[in-house]
């Protein structure tokens, strides 16, 4: 796997452990075969793609990996305004893998 592509699923995993930490949740956890089956997991189940992978509604779930979460030009409009979705690749990029 493009280490560009594991980088981006750290923020995920990030976000799966901090919910893990919870009373609520003590037990919850992903099981996969591999860190990165795990990374897709989270993608796909927490619809990321929905908003930060262009044209990802007309590929049917079948885009490739490679165009996962690039960022998505289309603004989406709700009460609070217009929102980008970003880079998460970029964004991830930028911490580190201890964090």
């Known amino acids: 796997m493009k280490d560009g592509l594991w980088r981006l699923m750290l923020p995920a995993l990030a976000v799966?452990?901090?919910c893990t930490?919870?009373?609520w949740t003590a037990q919850s956890h992903v099981v996969a075969s591999s860190p990165r089956e795990a990374g897709r997991y989270i993608i796909m189940i927490g619809g990321c793609n929905?908003?930060?992978t262009p044209c990802?509604?007309?590929s049917a779930g079948k885009m490739a990996t490679s165009e996962w979460l690039t960022r998505n030009p289309v603004g989406y409009r709700?009460?609070?305004?217009?929102t980008y979705p970003a880079n998460l690749r970029l964004f991830a990029q930028q911490i580190s893998e201890d964090a």
């Open 56 to 58: 990802w509604e007309d």
């Open 78 to 82: 709700g009460p609070w305004g217009t």
């Open 21 to 23: 930490q919870s009373p």
């Open 16 to 18: 799966v452990s901090a």
């Open 50 to 52: 929905d908003c930060h």
